[in-house]
């Protein structure tokens, strides 16, 4: 998954996670199936991505919400369970936003939404894994 940054204002990519998290706004999907955002993430395709996540990452941020994406580092893995009870592993990536599509894959289908991470630790609270991905985005910013 992507965790997508920019610097408020500016609209511009942060250079790494080294800001102090001050400004810095993260890019939200809305979900399909129900009134909610989540952080854009997709399955892991061998012959799209050659086998590498943070191709998996670039890839369904550009399908998700049309957004390029320089990827920044490796924030980990994050383990959860699907309604049904298996284990589902993400890994996401924070990547800085270096352009945005006027049409894309899924426009019909999702909104992108740019927020401060503040707001989108609250707007994704109900999801563990989203919200311990943008933990580790605020304390990685915050060093």
């Not at 980990?76 to 049409?103: I, L, N, P, Q």
């Not at 426009?107 to 919200?131: G, K, T, Y």
Request: glycine content about 8%; charged content about 25%; proline content about 4%.
């Amino acid at each position: 998954g992507g965790v997508v940054l920019r610097q408020a204002l500016r609209q511009a990519p942060p250079a790494a996670l080294d800001t102090g998290g001050a400004g810095l706004e993260v890019l939200l999907v809305s979900r399909r199936t129900k009134p909610s955002y989540t952080l854009p993430a997709g399955k892991l395709e061998a012959a799209a991505d050659a086998g590498q996540f943070d191709r998996c990452a670039t890839r369904e941020t550009l399908e998700e919400a049309g957004v390029h994406g320089e990827v920044i580092c490796d924030l980990g893995f994050y383990t959860d369970f699907s309604k049904d009870g298996v284990t589902r592993h993400t890994r996401f990536f924070a990547m800085a936003s270096v352009g945005e599509a006027a049409s894309w894959d899924e426009a019909a289908q999702r909104e992108r939404r740019w927020v401060p991470l503040a707001e989108a630790q609250r707007l994704v609270a109900s999801n563990p894994i989203l919200e311990q991905a943008l933990c580790e985005v605020e304390r990685r910013a915050c060093q």
